[in-house]
């Protein structure tokens, strides 16, 4: 069973950056492909990013050049970079593995991971 949990959120300005964490154990190393979701208040949750086991990393629509995502070189942990902060990226933002095998094209259905983290709380407010 793969454990996740997430770290890092916080109260943040418009057009400032915070990042965010993810531990994550258990694993099996061809399934660690990390995604980070997002969840709005009133809203759906939403996919952000991923992160594969082979490093490349797929862009939900409208994050592609504000938010990164990276891994340690001990593969225990992985970090969203969230930059130039809107009030509309306000959410409680999760990381999720599935482990079974994975597809790309797959990526961002909820239902398609098997394993979330407990969730940490982005507030972006003036």
């Known amino acids: 069973q793969v454990q996740l949990v997430e770290s890092g959120g916080g109260l943040v300005q418009p057009g400032q950056a915070i990042r965010l964490s993810c531990a994550v154990a258990?694993?099996?190393?061809?399934?660690?492909?990390v995604a980070w979701f997002r969840q709005a208040p009133g809203k759906e949750r939403e996919a952000v990013i991923c992160?594969?086991?082979?490093?490349?990393?797929y862009f939900a629509d409208g994050v592609e050049g504000r938010f990164t995502v990276s891994r340690d070189s001990a593969n225990t942990t992985d970090y969203l970079n969230l930059n130039v902060l809107m009030p509309e990226d306000t959410g409680i933002y999760y990381c999720?593995?599935?482990?079974?095998?994975?597809?790309?094209?797959?990526?961002?259905?909820?239902?398609?991971?098997?394993?979330w983290g407990q969730g940490t709380q982005v507030t972006v407010s003036s």
């Open positions: 258990g694993y099996r190393w061809d399934w660690y492909n």
């Open positions: 999720v593995n599935r482990q079974r095998p994975w597809y790309p094209t797959d990526w961002r259905l909820p239902t398609y991971y098997d394993s």
């Open positions: 992160l594969s086991n082979n490093k490349n990393t």
